[in-house]
């Protein structure tokens, strides 16, 4: 992924995240169990502070760091951890759950990419 690309990505997926947050916060109150809301919620949270992450690879990979890898893993991580969640608490689907662990892996493997590659600059 491009300095560029990881930047729109991150902002678009901070944007929704903040949309999807007052989603959560006001029209699903009514609608939803507690712990639904507080499932969305963490899909929310864990989908800013990598739509964060993403947006600091652009920077970074602006700088002459190696950051591509991890922004693809913590692109995925945010489709499958918290697209999984959000998916869970609007249709009920049980199995779907067995992807969110999927999707932490990809959080983690972004963030072991990041220490890896991300600390030495592109030749």
Known sequence: MTASGSVRLGALFAGLGVALG???????????????LQTF?????WQMYH????LACGVLEVQ?????????LFALGILLFSGSLYAFVFTGLHPLVF???VGGVAFLLGWLALLVRGTTRSQ
């Open 51 to 54: 739509a964060l992450a993403l």
């Open 64 to 72: 002459g760091f190696r950051t591509r890898a991890a922004a693809r």
């Open 22 to 36: 007052a989603f959560g916060a006001h029209a699903m109150k009514t609608r939803f169990p507690a712990e639904a």
């Open 99 to 101: 992807v969110t662990p």
């Open 41 to 45: 919620e963490t899909g929310v949270r």
